[in-house]
């Protein structure tokens, strides 16, 4: 089995900035790209970044690229990710997610490892 477990959340205002971390544990050698999801209440599940196992591809949602940064320590079993310029819209419990398979998508239901979520409540 794999675990992830996120940490960072919390209040802050409009134009702030926040780090999410990601500890991952377990097989971690089982798993592939990693990933950062979003939920707003009443909305679905959202990509919001990924990166590749290596590091060396990374994807990003247009609601957030050039504000957000994703990245990873393998040596560490760690993801990241950097919000700066945070927005209310930005307001969602955030997860972070392993995938076993070979091909890199952001599509949520393809991750098969989930942690619980951070909470990120942005105010204007």
């Known amino acids: 089995q794999v675990q992830l477990v996120e940490s960072g959340g919390g209040s802050v205002q409009a134009g702030d900035s926040l780090r999410l971390s990601c500890a991952v544990s377990?097989?971690?050698?089982?798993?592939?790209?990693w990933g950062w999801f979003r939920q707003a209440p009443g909305k679905e599940r959202e990509f919001v970044a990924i990166?590749?196992?290596?590091?060396?591809?990374?994807k990003y949602s247009d609601r957030v690229r050039g504000r957000f940064t994703i990245s990873r320590d393998n040596a560490k079993s760690t993801m990241f990710l950097q919000m700066f310029n945070l927005k209310p819209e930005d307001t969602a419990v955030y997860f972070c997610?392993?995938?076993?398979?070979?091909?890199?998508?952001?599509?949520?239901?393809?991750?098969?490892?989930w942690g619980q979520g951070t909470q990120v409540t942005v105010s204007s």
């Open positions: 990166i590749s196992r290596g590091g060396g591809v990374t």
């Open positions: 997610a392993a995938d076993t398979g070979t091909d890199i998508t952001i599509i949520p239901s393809r991750y098969d490892y």
């Open positions: 377990g097989h971690t050698d089982w798993t592939n790209a």
